[in-house]
C-alpha cells in the first residue's frame, strides 16, 4: 500500500498494522498546487518499546514535516487529564504553586527527541521552527539568539522511515552532526561534534518538565526551559522559554483569539497579561489542520515562579470558550534576587 502525503494537509497517522511501502512527500515549492512528487524512502514500523537511535529518519505524525533524531530526553510528564489515585488530595499552600488548580498531578517519565527539520518543509508545516533559543554569551548581553530547524518531538509522534540518500535531509547542521555509514540501521551515526554540542550546550537544551490539559477537545501541552541569567540595573533577570503545542481532538474548526497569563513570581507577586492571539496569529484548528506550536519568553527578576492561563477559543457554530493552560513551573538554580516579570 502507498502513502501519497502532500503538504500543508495536515494529516495525522494512528497506525496499528503498518504495511505501507513507500513513503512519498510533495517536492513541489507552491503552497496552491502540486504537482510533482518525490519519493522519500521506505516507512517503518514505529517502535512500541525502546528508544530510536541517533540519526533515525523520521515524519513528524501530527505536523507532517521530514526530521532526524539526534539525541533522546527523558522528560517528566504531568497529564491533567489523566486520573490520580488520590483525586481529592489538595496542594498545600506554598508547596509547589499549583494550589490554585486543587490538586495535585503525578508525573511520569517519557521519552523525547532532540530533532533537526527538514528546511525545506518548514514553511509548509504549522510549527515555530525556531523554538530553541539561547541567552548572549557576553554577561552584558540582552540578546536572545536562535537556532533555526531544531525541535522536541514526543516518541509515539515518530513514524521512522529508511533513505538510500546519503544526505536526505537538508539542514545546515546535519553533515556537522551526522555521518553517512551504509552498514549501519539507521545508516547515519552521530559526530564527535555532535556530542561536544550536546555536552556544552545541555544547560539550556534540557528538556525536563512536559504539561498536558485537554478542554472542550483542544489539548494543550507545555514545555518550559531555563535559559540563564543575566545583569540588569543592580538586579537579575532569569529568562525561560516555553514551549506550547494545541491539538484539536474533535470534529468542528476552533480558532484560538485571545490569551490570557497569570505569572507568578518568588516573592508572591501576581502579573496578569492578555492579548489577541499568540505571536501575531490567531491560529485555525481544523480537521485538515489539527495542530499548532510556537514558543515565547518570560523573564522574571526572581529565580523561580509559576504560569498558567487561559486561550479564548471560538468553534465554528459560534460558541467560546476558554481553555485551560496547564500550570507549570519556572525553575532556576540560581540565588533569589528582587522580584518582577515580563511576558514577551
Known sequence: MAATLHRGLGLRFKFVNINFEKLIFSSSGNKATY???AEVGRLGIPKIEGKYDTGQLFLHRVFGYRGVTLFPWLARVYDRDVPNKKEDRTMEEGSSGFNHMGRE????????YQVLIDSRDCPFVRTQTEAVTFLGNQDNSRSLYAIPGLDYVAHEDILPYTSTESNPLNHELFDKFLMFDPEKEPCFSSRETLRAWQEKNHPWLELSDVHKETTEDIRVTVIPFYMGCRAAQNATVYWWRYCIRLENLGELTIQLRERHWR?????GTLETVRGRGVIGQEPILSKSQPAFQY???VSLQAPSGHMWGTFSMEREDGYTFDCRIPPFSLESKQDPSSPSSSDS
Open 263 to 267: 505569572i507568578f513570581s518568588l516573592s
Open 295 to 297: 514558543s515565547s519568553h
Open 105 to 112: 498531578v503525578k508525573g511520569h517519565t517519557h521519552t523525547y
Open 35 to 37: 504537482t510533482r512528487l
